[in-house]
């Protein structure tokens, strides 16, 4: 997996490569200006294309101010910059003294209109104020809807590269180089309606360093791989194990008929449908290879070697549920909590104590994750990598924390982004996807936290096939989703 930085962490990073490396700061602006002059060639071939240089008084903008320059050095003969800045780094300070003689446009109202690209060096990593009022009116054109193509460099201004979420207002760019390393913001919360496009470029900054213990990672499709579980020749359906899935009230039945759909996509051998009431209507509606059975309480008494449980999609959250979920919390079973078992453990804040074991997902959506930790949901959304290592604290337990930049925590484990997915997930249904996606795998022997960032990954990946296949986000049904892990696992097999 690759390492995910906060900003204190790049800090440390430049501070360990020019201290300890001996690379001049000087030297690593220009690495970062000659990939962003490059990205702006490429799109733009024609040199007399009207370009916008927006810098900063920190070494951001020092790094614009170096593209600049470089672009106006091959020819590109139309470029302005406006410097907002009353102080400028030692670094800054020398690149615009190196812009001296050339021909390019200092000013203080940019003409936006006529711009057809945008070098954005406004503000890096180390921005941790709210954009004043002032600053977000002057930028309104690149917080909005825009016409001109933005380059962001490392971070697109205004966006919190801890937390992905914009301080007051943040420019929306169509490409984000990153300079040296991921920034672990760039992967959740409100960034991906920000950074565009993401590169990540190499500017000799190392990936670790003494003392320095990455606290996120990014996972990836190399580290999907890696996870997948395996299928021998000789194997067989219980080879491949048994998920329980736990048959919800008559009103959302199809919950749990979803969910077992996927758990026979993820790989699962056998699947049996459980509930307390009569399951005939249900029974109807269920593809022919699910299996069905009324139980009681003890509803674990049959689970042997191989067996895990699915509890929640579309469960109902009446008092009467408690008694199931204590059940399954009290046995070792492998288990996933999902949506109205998540509320029935919120309301009864005494069964937390049996969450802390191994095996068990539980994976909260925000308003989920706000009552889980009595706060509101813009709390939880304002810092997704904080609200996911508080889950895990409370709970002892892996946590799914679901949303743009699905977020995996566990005890002892470091915080896990996600990236896969698009708005195809927006739709009913998808949640329960996941769930047997992740049942799926529990039932196949795929540790918790394993099972957890594997199941994001084809979950997100299934619906981007899905797109890709439709033309179209807006059309997808949970359903359909489901149908396209196969497409995933035939990826990832290769």
């Not at 990014?218 to 580290?223: S, Y």
């Not at 889950?391 to 896969?420: C, D, E, M, N, Y």
Request: charged content about 20%.
């Amino acid at each position: 997996m690759k390492p995910l930085f906060s900003a204190a962490e790049m800090r440390a990073a430049d501070a360990y490569t020019t201290e300890e490396l001996h690379v001049l700061p000087l030297a690593l602006m220009e690495r970062a200006a000659k990939h962003v002059a490059e990205a702006v060639q490429k799109a733009f071939p024609d040199k007399k294309a009207k370009g916008l240089i927006l810098a900063g008084g920190g070494n951001n903008g020092g790094d614009a101010l170096a593209v600049a320059r470089l672009l106006c050095e091959a020819g590109y003969a139309a470029i302005e910059i406006h410097l907002y800045a009353s102080h400028l780094t030692p670094e800054t300070t020398a690149q615009k003294q190196k812009l001296q003689g050339l021909e390019v446009e200092w000013v203080d109202k940019p003409k936006w209109d006529s711009c057809a690209w945008v070098v954005d060096g406004l503000f890096g990593t180390g921005l941790s104020r709210p954009l004043d009022d002032t600053l977000l009116h002057f930028l309104a054109p690149l917080t909005s809807e825009h016409k001109a193509k933005v380059f962001s460099i490392d971070v697109p201004s205004g966006l919190d590269a801890d937390t992905g979420q914009p301080l007051g207002g943040a420019i929306r760019a169509d490409v984000t180089i990153v300079i040296g390393q991921w920034k672990q913001g760039l992967f959740t919360g409100a960034a991906a309606d920000y950074v565009g496009e993401l590169r990540l470029v190499d500017i000799g900054i190392p990936d670790s360093f003494p003392n320095h213990t990455p606290s996120a990672y990014l996972f990836d499709a190399e580290e999907a791989k890696r996870l997948l579980p395996v299928r021998r020749p000789t194997g067989h359906k219980g080879t491949f194990g048994h998920l329980y899935v736990w048959g919800g009230t008559e009103q959302t039945e199809g919950a749990a008929a979803l969910a077992c759909v996927a758990g026979f996509r993820t790989g699962t051998g056998v699947i049996t449908l459980i509930s307390d009431r009569n399951l005939d209507g249900l029974r109807r509606r269920l593809p022919m290879e699910v299996m069905s059975k009324e139980v009681g309480t003890d509803f674990l008494s049959e689970a042997k070697a191989g067996s895990a449980f699915v509890l929640g999609p579309g469960m109902g959250t009446t008092s009467d549920r408690r008694p199931f979920i204590e059940s399954a919390l009290s046995n070792s079973a492998p288990l996933v909590l999902d949506a109205d078992a998540l509320t029935v453990l919120a309301d009864h804040k005494d069964l937390i104590p049996l969450c802390a074991r191994d095996h068990l997902i539980l994976t909260p959506h925000p308003k989920e994750a706000s009552r889980l930790l009595g706060k509101s949901v813009e709390a939880i959304e304002a810092d997704r990598f904080a609200a996911c290592e508080k889950l895990v604290q409370r709970f002892g337990a892996t946590i799914l924390l679901k949303g743009k930049g699905t977020l995996i925590g566990a005890p002892t484990f470091p915080i896990v982004a996600v990236s896969q997915g698009n708005t195809a997930l927006s739709k009913g249904g998808t949640g329960d996807i996941l769930s047997g996606i992740l049942g799926g795998l529990l039932a196949q022997g795929v540790q918790a936290f394993d099972a957890a960032c594997l199941g994001a990954f084809i979950h997100g990946r299934a619906a981007e096939i899905l797109a890709k296949r439709m033309g179209t986000e807006r059309s997808a049904m949970a359903s359909e989703i489901a149908d396209c892990i196969p497409a995933v696992w035939s990826e990832l097999e290769k």
